[in-house]
């Protein structure tokens, strides 16, 4: 099969992460801003030799077009404010990489920022979706509320109960996911949750929407993340170790609401998983270690099923022996993922396959020739897929 | 009801969904048919989502159906669910196709399953009527 053209055509060049998690006293623009400077920096670059902005807000919808001018960024070829939800950080890198393939910008800086917590209120307050309920929903639509449907915990929790109810997933197999991860995140200095945890205490963790424990959902956090994506001609002569873009592909199937739909079971990741690792050339069995999206621990389970690393269904017996945690076969969201380490959306996985890509994980380092990095938004409605590697596809 | 129980929120009928919510205070459940391809459309709408025509006819449902999937909610989200936690949250598969939110009512949480047939019946406001599903 012929090398895809697009195939390592760019690297990422530059990661810069504010802290993350209860972090207050900057606006979204402000974290944005030093996420952008960190990246700038670690790519060794001056502000103006950036000629790309790609910007995704969060949740709290603190950032748009009007950071271009924040930044004084003049000198722009690309711009756009992007919004996939949690595949929007891994669709930025595509869209960098075609503009870059395309001559039509040269270094590209994608930023992420979100800060919807506030001193003193709840991770759930921060997301939960009732409080902008009316007493009287217009329409059909407020059978949701009327049911007491809210929140983006429902979908999943309904999403998961039918992936049980299908294939016999069970409770523990999500439990060991978290119980991976967590174990993951104590070698991480970033990660907001570094305290080991056990089955017992993910049993014991309270219900948030049955099936769902409180260990089963991401945290939520506020801060930012930037990554530069740059020309790979160029990128080995740059500081860091690059991090070449092989694959991308997209995936989103859509929810009709009616029978035949399968969003709950079978995500846009299929669809992905094909086109990117059809542009890498590789296959999973190629794959050392996995960034995915795991803004549940069902998200994982179900990613790893679309992507064929498993067949669907199987998912919970392969996740069961531990395999993704530290020292197992699969290494899965080293970094503790945004289960335990911080919820920056598609940036969360994205900057951990960085990471990773350059050797830069520490106790954490796992084996890097190949990287899946996923991105999934909605309820399992978006889907984005990044394979990477720190190795220059060769010619 | 105490004077201190906080309200749900309850439906307004808007222009598309008036009459799904009249045929509900008189105990009928009707969907949206699309005149152009035969989908049925839920929620009322405009569009049909498989192919696009604006027709459609309003036809009377058997209020038969299957459990999709549901969770037990736990999370305080609105005040007035607040007394009803661990409620259940559900999604009918009507037999037409269509998939509705809702809650199973007559059995105990742990009785629901995925896959349970269950039959509407209609909790009645005083100006709407929300589908409910009991098991058969």
């Known amino acids: 099969m012929p090398r895809h053209p697009l195939r390592g055509v760019a690297a990422i060049t530059g990661l810069g992460m504010t802290p993350m998690g209860r972090v207050f006293g900057k606006s979204e623009t402000e974290l944005a801003a030093d996420a952008v400077r960190l990246a700038i920096a670690d790519a060794g670059l001056q502000k103006l030799q950036v000629d790309g902005l790609l910007v995704n807000a969060g949740i709290s919808n603190g950032i748009g077009l009007g950071l271009q001018n924040y930044l004084g960024m003049k000198n722009l070829r690309l711009m756009n404010h992007m919004n996939g939800a949690g595949s929007t950080a891994a669709q930025m890198v595509q869209y960098a990489t075609m503009a870059i393939a395309a001559g039509m910008a040269t270094h590209v800086v994608c930023v992420f920022a979100d800060a919807p917590l506030r001193a003193g209120t709840s991770a759930g307050a921060a997301y939960g979706g009732a409080a902008g309920s009316q007493s009287r929903p217009r329409g059909m639509g407020g059978l949701y509320p009327a049911s007491g449907y809210f929140g983006t915990n429902t979908p999943y929790a309904l999403a998961a109960r039918r992936h049980m109810a299908l294939y016999g997933t069970t409770q523990e197999q999500l439990g060991i996911i978290a119980v991976g991860q967590r174990a993951w995140a104590t070698k991480n200095p970033l990660a907001q949750m570094r ?158 396959a960085i990471i990773q890509g350059r050797g830069a994980g520490a106790d954490r380092q796992v084996k890097n020739d190949l990287i899946l990095c996923t991105g999934n938004g909605g309820s399992l409605s978006y889907h984005a897929a990044l394979v990477l590697s720190p190795h220059r596809s060769e010619a | 009801m105490t004077q201190d129980t906080p309200a749900k929120p309850i439906p307004e009928p808007d222009e598309q969904s008036q009459p799904f919510f009249d045929a509900a205070m008189r105990g009928e459940l009707l969907l949206m048919k699309c005149g152009g391809c035969g989908a049925f459309r839920l929620p009322a709408r405009q569009h049909c989502d498989e192919c696009l025509s604006s027709e459609f006819t309003w036809e009377a449902a058997a209020g038969t159906g299957t459990v999709r999937s549901f969770g037990i909610m736990h999370q305080r989200y609105h005040p007035g669910f607040v007394a009803d936690i661990p409620y259940n949250v559900t999604i009918v598969e009507l037999d037409e196709g269509p998939q509705l939110p809702t809650n199973i009512v007559g059995v105990g949480n742990e009785e629901i399953r995925v896959g349970m047939r269950v039959r509407l019946e209609w909790e009645r406001h005083s100006d709407v009527a929300i589908p409910k599903f009991r098991p058969v």
């Open chain 1, 195 to 352: 305290d080991p945890i056990t089955l017992a205490n993910y049993h014991a963790s309270r219900w948030i929407v049955e099936p769902l424990h409180l260990l089963d959902c991401c945290l939520v956090s506020n801060g930012a993340v930037a990554v530069i994506v740059s020309p790979a001609a160029i990128a080995r002569d740059m500081p860091n170790p690059p991090v070449y873009v092989w694959g991308m592909g997209q995936g989103h199937p859509g929810d009709s609401r009616r029978a035949g739909t399968t969003w709950e079971t079978e995500t846009g990741g299929a669809i992905a998983a094909k086109t990117a690792f059809a542009m890498a050339g590789v296959g999973p069995a190629d794959v050392t270690v996995c960034e995915l999206y795991d803004c549940y621990t069902y998200t994982v389970l179900v990613t790893l099923e679309d992507y064929g690393f498993c067949r669907k269904g199987e998912g919970g017996p392969f996740v069961e022996d531990g395999k993704l945690g530290p020292g197992g076969s699969l290494p899965t969201n080293t970094g503790g993922g945004e289960l335990s380490g911080y919820y920056m959306w598609g940036m969360t996985p994205l900057s951990e």
